[in-house]
């Protein structure tokens, strides 16, 4: 059971939208701790996509963006992509474990 | 740009200690915490813990009894190892370089490179 909980899968068709949910707690989103996004595609490393909830790392596509509101926290991806399949992480800080916690990850279909 | 590599046996006996370093190259050592995350197979990530250069360590409290971090600046590498490993320490072991610091302390809590990974199997 992840401290950070998001769906488990969505699924979406090329040129499409798709949101990832990721909901936390009072100790840690909702405690204004940023959250920070990855992609990872099966048999390799995470990529860092987003951080500090709404900046892109240099050389992400302005299609990915971050938001953060009260205990949740979503990443969209527009004009969806064949090469956006993968798995995608929420991660943030939670002040009662004093430490890091991720999501439980969503795996992204492109139809 | 940073790159990290993770090095160590892939095969341990259970009740044995896991022992893993991660060499920085193209960055330096001295500029971040640097951390420790696992994977097991089909599943998601989990956080270990995390080094400063000074030897500053925070580790995940499940974890916390049986993990140890330490640090070799003039080396350029940090470490990990887990005792009395069991078959669900098996995963694929990643380091990274985060949190970012100022003045030695954690100041933003993600992870911007990271190891290839390497896996780890906790079996007889």
């Known amino acids: 059971q992840s401290v950070l909980t998001q769906p488990p899968s969505v699924s979406g068709a090329p040129g499409q939208r798709v949101t990832i949910s990721c909901t936390g707690s009072?100790?840690?989103?909702?405690?204004?701790?940023?959250v920070h996004w990855y992609q990872q595609i099966p048999g390799t490393a995470p990529k860092f996509l987003i951080y500090?909830?709404?900046n892109r790392r240099s050389g992400v596509p302005e299609r990915f963006s971050g938001s953060r509101s009260a205990t949740s926290a979503s990443l969209a991806i527009t004009g969806l992509q064949a090469e956006d399949e993968a798995d995608y992480y929420c991660?943030?800080?939670?002040?009662?474990?004093?430490?890091?916690?991720f999501g439980g990850g969503t795996k992204l279909t492109v139809l | 740009q940073v790159q990290l590599q993770e090095s160590g046996p892939g095969l341990v006996k259970p009740s044995e200690t896991l022992s893993l370093t991660c060499t920085v190259s193209?960055?330096?050592?001295?500029?971040?915490?640097w951390s420790w995350i696992r994977q097991p197979p089909g599943k998601g990530l989990e956080w270990i813990g995390y080094?400063?250069?000074?030897?500053?360590?925070n580790y995940n409290p499940s974890l916390r009894s049986r993990v140890t971090m330490s640090v070799d600046t003039s080396k350029k590498q940090f470490s990990l190892t887990l005792k009395s490993g069991t078959a669900a320490d098996t995963a694929v072991y990643y380091c990274?370089?985060?949190?970012?610091?100022?003045?030695?302390?954690?100041?933003?809590?993600?992870?911007?490179?990271w190891g290839q990974g390497t896996l780890v199997t906790v079996s007889s």
């Open positions: 080094i400063h250069y000074s030897g500053t360590t």
């Open positions: 990274a370089r985060g949190p970012e610091e100022y003045n030695g302390d954690p100041i933003a809590f993600y992870f911007d490179y």
């Open positions: 009072s100790s840690n989103i909702g405690a204004s701790y940023d």
């Open positions: 991660q943030s800080y939670d002040s009662s474990l004093s430490g890091v916690v």
């Open positions: 193209a960055g330096s050592i001295r500029s971040s915490y």
């Open positions: 500090g909830n709404n």
